[in-house]
Structures are given as structure tokens and as C-alpha cells.
């Protein structure tokens, strides 16, 4: 295909669309509702181009396939929902401190545990950033419409390869199964991050010294000889408890994140210039507070939306630039309070409104205005 393609499509299809756009080679993942259109889909697409699918036993050996693959040099991805993405947890904090690029897609419903598997929720949104022990780097990127489940599939492989880290996707189960136009950019339309190589002659000699925030290359299996743990470790990979490289190492994984925010903080404002009631939501609850936003607008209340795309690393900066104005802040989310947890670290308690929904049902507009209304 040389062209651009309008389809209409499911959200989960264009998130396997955008792996695919993005150079994917290999998925392993276990079916979990609502996560499954995702693997269904890359297993019919990947064989067909020279790809790899695997269906694992469980969600930890998925991810456990996928950080091997990715360390022979394929983009690697899995899928799954909130029981598996806690599965996942101690693999990711592995691949974290190996900094190997992976993508992981959490299509999120109802909990604890089996809680209600085919409702939607946002019950991950906390579990991306501390899931896994021991201070790490997080990405996770929040996409609301099927465009930006496309969208922000490419970006996290970009980001995943840049960073050498693994990066999360966290959709919800009304993004995930929603369908919309979607527009399927040409080849060469996005730019595509690649795998830095080693050197000419195939050798990675210091596979985790720094190059500036972030390592030199990622050596690949039959090219190089190098040594993958999840220890401590020093540039040739190999374990060490010498408390200065261990200090430099654990500082330098999550610095290279931090110091360059510019390439992955990403955030939609409506209204936020004079605005004097902020709402703050991401995914499927931040396309109901669009509305409310627009219904109070038409009342002359002087209201505005701040949506993170990139919920991890949250953009701090941004958000206290508006709610600082703000004399209300509203947060309405499917779950009992994640994001209001965040939000209130960066302005008083007092001025915030939650509005929380864990019945399983989609949050409306309705529901966010009456709660609003209520807390007058």
C-alpha cells in the first residue's frame, strides 16, 4: 500500500493497525476481554508480512517472549487487561532496568481482580506508574478516539526505541471496541523510529554505557556477544553492587525519561486561556467532560478541558499553568480517585470536585454536570 486508506474500524484494530504502521514483528499475548480484537487482529496481519505471533500460556510468559524478542532486534508488543497487566508487573520493572523497547497495550475494565471483565473502566491509570517495584522510568500514553489509538501506537514504538523502555498503552474498554473513521497514514507519512545498532563490526562493547541520557545500542542476538540481567549492572551488562555505578545507573534510567520531556509530554487544552473551571480527564471519561465542557460554555461559564495523552511522565508543568487560574478543578474518571490522586499533588485539595463511576457503566455528561452541580 502506497496510499492513504479510510477505514472504519474498532479501536483495538487500529492500535494492532498502528504496531503494524510502526514496524512491528512479533506479538505474544493471552486473550483477555477487552483486550482480545488486538491479538486477533496481528494474528492473521503478522504472519502475512514476515511476522510472529504466539499465543503464550499466560500473561507472564508473554511478556517474558516479548522482552526476547525484542532483544534480537524485532519490535515486540503484547495486549492484555488489568488481571494480566498485573501479571506483568515484575517483567516490566526487567525490562526496565535492562532497557529493552517494548510496547505493552492495556486495554483497562472493572476491578479488583476478575471484577467486571467486559465493562469499562480506568482502573489501571495508578498501576502504569507504580506497579512494579523499585524506583523505574513509566510512559504511558491515554488515547480517546480510534484516530489515536493509531496514533499513539506509533509513538509508543517510537518512544520504546528511542528510550530503550518499555512503554504502555492505556485504552479503555469504550475506546477499545468504539468504531470511527479511521485514516491510515501512507508509508513515510509518520516518521518511524528504528533500532540503533551496534557498531560497524557488529560488536556492542558497552551495551549500557551512556550516550548522553540514554544507552549506546541495543545488541542483537547473533551480531554480538553481551549479557542481560536484571541485576545492577555496570556498561558491559555484567552484575555489580559498587554503590557509585549502582547510584549512576538506577538515577540514569529514569533521567533519561525526565530530561527529555519535550519528545514525550503530549496534552490537549480547549478553553484554558481564561478559564475558570478546569476539568482534567483522559480516554473515554474525557470525551464526555468535551461535552460538558461545551454545555457549560453555552451558559457563559468560563470552563476548559486539559486531557494528558501522555499520562506518564504526568504533565505537571502544563497542568499547574491552568489550574493554577482555575477556581474549580473537576476530575471525572472511571474509578475511585487515581487522578485526583495525581492532581492533588499539584494544587489544594479544596479546589478540586471528583466525580467517580465504577458501576461498570460509560461516565456521561450528565452525570459529571449533576455531580458538579451538587458540590456548588
Not at 502504569?128 to 523499585?134: L, M
Not at 528511542?162 to 471496541?177: A, K, M, N, Q, S
Not at 555505578?245 to 530530561?259: F, L
Not at 456521561?364 to 455531580?371: A, G, K, L, Q, R
Request: glycine share 8%.
Amino acid at each position: 500500500m502506497t496510499e492513504r486508506r479510510e477505514v472504519f474500524v474498532q479501536g483495538n484494530i487500529a492500535c494492532a493497525e498502528g504496531a503494524l504502521y510502526a514496524g512491528c514483528s512479533f506479538f505474544a499475548g493471552y486473550p483477555i476481554t477487552p483486550s482480545t480484537e488486538v491479538a486477533e487482529h496481528l494474528s492473521e496481519e503478522l504472519p502475512k508480512r514476515g511476522g510472529t505471533f504466539i499465543q503464550m500460556e499466560d500473561e507472564i510468559a508473554s511478556l517474558g517472549a516479548v522482552i526476547g524478542a525484542a532483544l534480537t532486534g524485532a519490535k515486540a508488543m503484547t495486549a492484555t487487561s488489568g488481571p494480566g497487566f498485573s501479571l506483568m508487573q515484575e517483567l516490566i520493572g526487567y525490562a526496565c532496568i535492562a532497557e529493552v523497547p517494548c510496547v505493552i497495550v492495556d486495554i483497562m475494565r472493572g476491578g479488583p481482580s476478575t471484577g467486571l471483565p467486559t465493562s469499562p473502566a480506568q482502573s489501571d491509570l495508578l498501576q502504569a506508574k507504580w506497579g512494579t517495584h523499585g524506583d523505574h522510568p513509566s510512559i504511558a500514553l491515554v488515547p480517546n478516539s480510534v484516530e489515536e489509538m493509531f496514533s499513539e501506537t506509533v509513538r509508543a514504538f517510537n518512544l520504546a526505541e528511542y528510550f530503550r523502555t518499555p512503554v504502555i498503552i492505556l485504552g479503555d474498554e469504550i475506546i477499545g471496541h468504539m468504531r470511527e473513521k479511521l485514516s491510515i497514514p501512507a508509508p513515510g507519512e509518520i516518521e518511524i523510529v528504528n533500532r540503533k545498532l551496534p557498531d560497524s563490526d557488529g560488536v556492542c562493547r558497552l551495551p549500557y554505557r551512556a550516550d548522553g541520557k540514554y544507552p549506546a545500542c541495543l545488541p542483537n542476538f547473533g551480531q554480538s556477544r553481551f549479557h542481560v540481567t536484571g541485576l545492577n549492572h555496570d556498561e558491559s551488562g555484567f552484575p555489580t553492587s559498587d554503590p557509585s555505578i549502582v547510584q549512576e545507573s538506577n538515577a540514569r534510567i529514569i533521567e533519561k525519561i525526565y530530561h527529555q520531556r519535550e519528545m514525550i509530554d503530549k496534552v490537549e487544552v480547549r478553553y484554558c486561556d481564561d478559564v475558570e473551571m478546569l476539568l482534567v480527564a483522559v480516554g473515554s471519561a474525557a470525551r464526555a467532560a468535551e461535552e460538558v465542557v461545551e454545555e457549560y460554555r453555552r451558559k457563559g461559564v468560563k470552563a476548559g478541558l486539559f486531557r494528558p495523552v501522555t499520562l506518564w511522565p504526568f504533565p505537571k508543568k502544563q497542568f499547574r499553568e491552568y489550574a493554577e487560574r482555575a477556581g474549580r478543578v473537576v476530575v471525572p474518571e472511571m474509578n475511585m480517585g487515581q487522578l485526583r490522586t495525581v492532581v492533588e499533588r499539584f494544587i489544594p485539595s479544596s479546589k478540586i470536585v471528583p466525580v467517580n463511576l465504577v458501576n461498570g457503566e460509560p461516565i456521561d455528561p450528565e452525570f459529571i454536570i449533576f455531580t458538579i452541580e451538587k458540590c456548588r
